[in-house]
Every structure is written in structure tokens, then in C-alpha cells.
């Protein structure tokens, strides 16, 4: 670590602590030069893969499309903005968890219908009519047969 003040590559560190979040580590550095000291922080730095999308360009993951994405299928349904926030995290998650370091735009688009079909019928039956590309209204009942055919299993259990 250089020294903020005289730019000298040797510091020692005399004294951590990890502050109550737990998320990060506090260092007090002294420089071996000048003798002044400095205080670092440490985190983690989580980096989401990017998005492999159809047509072969690259983007990077952005939560906030994520979001009006879910919101936009969720429109005017009795969902909560806690369970929103909550499949958001399981999608980042799920991301994250990949290890890798680009996903195809499917593979996302798949999370989004997996975590809209937990939440509300009606949103996971919007978002797929466009995701799928919906060409007539036979698609539709497919999709609301499966969900009867689901319900019934579930019943039976």
C-alpha cells in the first residue's frame, strides 16, 4: 500500500478491527518514510457477470433494468416491493453463484420467469408473452394449462 502522503511503497499496518457490519476491515497503516499514518478499508468486491444478449453484444448487468423489468410485469398486481426486492437478491444471487463471468441473456430471462411465477401468475404469464414471443393465443392457454395442470398436482399432494 503506497503512502497517501509521500507516495512511499513500504507501510506496515499496527492495528485492524472489523467494524460491526462485518463487511469490511479497518486498517491503520504508518508509512516507513515519513512516518505519518493512514487508515484503509477493506470489502469485498462482488462483480456481476455480464449479459450475453441475443444478437451476440455484451452489457453490463444492470439492476435497475432488472427491476423495472419485474415492475413493469408486476404492474397494478398485489405484490409487495419487499417480495420484489426479495426475488431481485435471489436472481443477483443466482448470478453471482455462476462463477461466470458472462451469461446469455436467456439464462436471465429464465431467473426472471422462475422468481415472477413464484410471485404472481398474472406477471409470470405477462413477462413470458413477451420473453417467449407470444404469436397467438394458443401459447397463452398452453401457459395457463400448465399452471391448472400444477395446481392440480399440488391439490392431490
Known amino acids: 500500500m503506497k503512502c497517501p ?8 499496518v499496527i492495528d485492524t478491527r472489523v467494524p460491526e457490519d462485518g ?4 486498517r491503520r497503516r504508518r508509512c516507513a518514510q515519513c512516518d ?9 468486491e462482488l462483480t456481476m457477470p455480464s449479459i450475453v444478449k441475443k444478437n451476440g453484444s455484451r452489457t453490463e448487468f444492470e439492476p435497475a433494468k432488472l427491476r423495472a423489468s419485474l415492475m413493469l410485469a408486476l404492474r ?11 426475488a ?3 436472481i443477483e444471487e443466482k448470478l453471482l453463484a455462476s462463477g461466470e463471468r458472462e451469461v446469455i441473456s436467456g439464462y436471465l430471462g429464465e431467473l426472471v420467469m422462475r422468481e415472477l411465477k413464484r410471485l404472481d401468475k398474472i406477471a409470470y404469464i405477462r413477462f413470458a408473452s413477451v420473453y417467449k414471443s407470444f404469436e397467438d393465443v394458443s401459447e397463452f392457454q398452453n401457459v395457463i394449462e400448465e399452471f ?3 395446481e392440480r398436482k ?4
Not at 463487511?23 to 479497518?26: L, V
Not at 399440488?154 to 399432494?157: H, S
Request: aromatic letters at 8%.
Open 36 to 44: 505519518k499514518r493512514f487508515t484503509t478499508y477493506e470489502r469485498v
Open 23 to 26: 463487511n469490511t476491515i479497518r
Open 88 to 90: 431481485i437478491q435471489r
Open 76 to 86: 397494478k398486481r398485489p405484490v409487495s416491493a419487499e417480495a420484489v426486492d426479495t
Open 148 to 150: 391448472e395442470t400444477n
Open 5 to 12: 502522503y509521500c507516495h512511499h511503497d513500504e507501510t506496515q
Open 154 to 157: 399440488l391439490i392431490k399432494k
